[in-house]
């Protein structure tokens, strides 16, 4: 008799935590890893945001908080988006989650009935078809390529509704891609969905202030739609609190509630001390965050013109986040300086590993095959060694 239950036996160990775990592992044996693997800012949590944790834990806000989050943090979020983004939620429509992670799933739990389609474009990111496995949905995947800047068309969108679709997920601006919507292209997926009531629309915008095209749109935006779509946002990577673990979904009062119920017998609720920190954070001004951009886009311009230089590959200028998804599909079939073949993108991500010491992730995790991730938030002298690394390991396939 199996030990474990079929669903986790099922559930694949997520690739960039993965990826992380080995680069940290070759660093602890004294080898010089540079991890490009982890989507993570280099970024310190600002200092008020910082400041505001202090005084809570002085304070003694040390007891459960609320299922959904403390009141004056679901009200400050409501403003946020009503001041950055012109959506109107009441505060009981925001629920406060143990990240955009945990946002996502409860979504998809409160959303999907087993055999119910969730409609996933790739590359996507890497825990969206686990979390639908979790909740079990079949994924349905729509799929892009470098070519047409990796972002699906209404026509595609529409040709694989069903039935049994309930539920669309999608990121934009995109991990691993970088490529974000344009308010053209979101309204014509929005007239899609209004052709089709029943669907909802898991709008992840964790990205939304690392965007250098544009300014952020959301496609709950679009009126007609916006009582299906759930938008996810958190502190993880505009205030560099990955670790806090701190995200929220803003939704209809329904699903709000839903999730509310569903957290009550799972978390409870996040950390409370994060909690007082989300509230500076979307109390404050957005200063640290462009400096912050500033710096990614500086970083972006020249890991591009150093990708583009690396025979072989084949790159996107990425509009947002901070990722390069370069197509790496022409080394397939090369031999390594061991004599081993190179045959997908996991093969390209070990070497890489372990030839030169650079930690990428694997496309195929991200549901794209021909290509890797590399992320970008590392110093501008990290990345050149990094590019280096890569171009000379890559000229030695022959
Ligand atoms: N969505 C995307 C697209 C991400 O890249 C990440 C990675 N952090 C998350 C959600 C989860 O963010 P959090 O740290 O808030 O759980
Ligand atoms: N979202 C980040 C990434 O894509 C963090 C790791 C994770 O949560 O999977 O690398």
């Known amino acids: 008799m199996n030990l474990l239950s079929n669903r986790i036996n099922n559930l ?3 690739a960039t935590i993965r990826m992380n775990k080995l680069g940290r592992e070759l660093k602890a044996k004294g080898i010089d890893v540079i991890s490009l ?3 993570e800012t280099d ?4 200092d008020y945001i910082k400041a505001a944790a202090k005084e809570a834990i002085d304070s003694n806000y040390s007891f459960y908080t609320p299922v959904s989050g403390y009141a004056d943090l679901r009200k400050a979020i409501s403003e946020k988006l009503d001041r950055e983004n012109g959506l109107k939620y009441a505060f009981d429509q925001i629920v406060v989650s143990t990240g955009a992670k945990q946002c996502l799933t409860n979504a998809l739990l409160c959303l999907v009935n087993p055999g119910d389609e969730v409609i996933i474009p790739t590359p996507y990111w890497v825990s969206y078809s686990e979390m ?3 909740a079990e949905g079949k994924a349905v995947f729509l799929t892009t390529g470098i070519d ?3 972002k699906i068309t209404a026509s595609q969108l529409e040709e694989s509704i069903t039935s049994k679709t309930k539920v669309f997920m999608f990121s934009s601006p995109n991990n691993p891609t970088g490529s974000v919507y ?3 292209e979101l309204a014509g997926l929005a007239a899609v969905f209004e052709r089709h009531p029943s669907l909802y629309i898991i709008s992840d915008e964790i990205y939304e202030h690392i965007n250098f095209s544009q300014k952020h749109v959301s496609i709950a935006e679009f009126q007609n739609i916006k009582d299906r779509v759930i938008i996810v946002n958190g502190l993880s990577k505009a205030f560099a609190m990955t670790g806090w ?6 939704s209809n009062k329904e699903i709000a509630v839903a999730c509310d119920k569903l957290q009550g017998q799972v978390t409870s609720a996040t950390c409370s001390i994060s909690q007082r920190a989300a509230l500076a954070a979307y109390n404050g001004n957005l200063d640290t965050v462009k400096e912050m951009k500033t710096v990614f886009k500086a970083r972006r311009d020249m890991v591009f013109h150093l990708l583009s230089q690396i025979d072989g590959l084949k790159v996107n200028e990425p509009q947002g986040a901070f990722y390069f998804f370069p197509d790496v599909s022409n080394f397939f079939g090369r031999k390594t300086p061991d004599g081993d073949i190179i045959k997908t993108s996991t093969d390209i991500a070990y070497y890489l590993l372990y030839k030169a010491h650079v930690a990428v992730v694997s496309g195929i995790d991200f549901g794209d095959d021909s290509c890797i991730r590399l992320s970008y938030a590392a110093s501008t002298d990290i ?3 990094a590019m280096l690394r890569i171009k000379n390991a890559l000229s030695l396939l022959s």
Do not use: I
Request: aromatic share 14%; no cysteine; charged share 30%.
């Open 12 to 14: 694949s160990e997520s």
């Open 37 to 39: 693997s982890f989507g």
């Open 43 to 46: 970024f310190n949590t600002p």
């Open 132 to 134: 639908v496995k979790l």
């Open 148 to 150: 047409n800047d990796f």
């Open 182 to 184: 344009t308010r053209e």
């Open 245 to 250: 673990r701190l995200g929220f979904s803003a």
């Open 383 to 385: 990345l050149k060694e």
